[in-house]
Every structure is written in C-alpha cells, then in structure tokens.
C-alpha cells in the first residue's frame, strides 16, 4: 500500500497452501529422491556396467543415439519424471564410460524423455487430444506419427549435442 508503506500480497499464505497441488509436488521431489538414491547405492553404475557389457564395442555416437532413443521410448510407456530419475544416473555412468561428455550426453536424453506423444500415458495433452478426436484420428496414428517424430527429435538432439554440446558444456579434464 503506498500510503502505508507496507506490502499487500495478491494471495495469503493460507490460500498459496490450499491452493496448491501437492501431490505434483511430492511425485516431483519423490522422482528426485529415487535418481539420488539410485547413485547412493551404485545401482546407477549396477545397470550401467550391465548395459555397457550388453553393448559392447559400439561406436560412441552410436551409444549415444541408442541411449536417447531408449529414454524417448521408455518415456512413451512411464511418466516421464520417472524415466529422467532413473535413467539419467545410468547415462552419466555409459556416457563416461564411452569417452562422452557426460552433461551433454545426459542433457539430450532429458530433453528425448520429454518428448512423450504416442500413447495416452505419456502426457496429459495427448490423453486430451486423442479423447477429443475421436473419429478423426485413430491411436494407431499417434504411434505412427509419434514415432517418426521420436527419429527426427533424436537426430537433431544428437546433432545439436555434437555441435553445441562441448562448446557449452566444456568436458572437464582429468
């Protein structure tokens, strides 16, 4: 208020907490945790080193495409903060293994399990969509369609992670 010099909020404390989603908040924060404790126990490098021999002697981009594309498809059936928590300690651990930054490596599969656009589970919006077109388009289509797309944000996430990536994210020296 200016002439009281004092401040006035547009919401109280009380009807902020009210207000508020707090089961969002606590799937949020409960994702986080279970990524924290996945690299707490060495489960992060248990199913790394299980991928890594199940691999091979790949070439390194070739991994790098494979890991993205595994966290896009595993975003297509599990929320996708689930993925993220899992998978992104597995990714450093690959990623560092295969002489690859690991921050880009991880940072171009986050941005592939946000990509969820084939089934209903993978985001709300898709639910919405597919439930208001119905007669329009058929689930089939967003599995077609929602594939294809997977490839090309796959392709330009690696491409801009190749060209971008270290220049941003300098990898550190040992």
């Not at 986050?110 to 119905?134: D, K, R, T, Y």
Request: aromatic share 10%; net charge negative.
């Amino acid at each position: 208020d200016k002439y009281s010099g004092t401040f006035q909020f547009a919401m109280s404390w009380k009807s902020c907490v009210n207000s508020v989603d707090w089961g969002i908040i606590i799937f949020m924060a409960g994702a986080i945790l279970f990524g924290e404790n996945l690299v707490a126990g060495g489960v992060d490098k248990w199913l790394g080193n299980i991928l890594i021999h199940a691999i091979g002697d790949m070439p390194p981009l070739l991994v790098w495409f494979v890991i993205m594309l595994i966290g896009a498809m595993l975003s297509q059936v599990i929320v996708n903060l689930a993925v993220v928590g899992l998978f992104i300690p597995v990714t450093a651990t690959l990623a560092a293994h295969y002489g690859l930054n690991p921050v880009v490596v991880c940072l171009t599969v986050g941005m592939l399990c946000n990509v969820g656009i084939m089934f209903s589970v993978s985001s709300v919006p898709i639910a919405a969509a597919m439930l208001g077109s119905e007669g329009y388009s058929s689930p089939r289509d967003y599995i077609v369609y929602g594939f294809s797309v997977l490839i090309v944000c796959s392709m330009i996430a690696l491409f801009c992670g190749i060209l971008l990536g270290n220049t941003i994210f300098p990898m550190p020296s040992v």
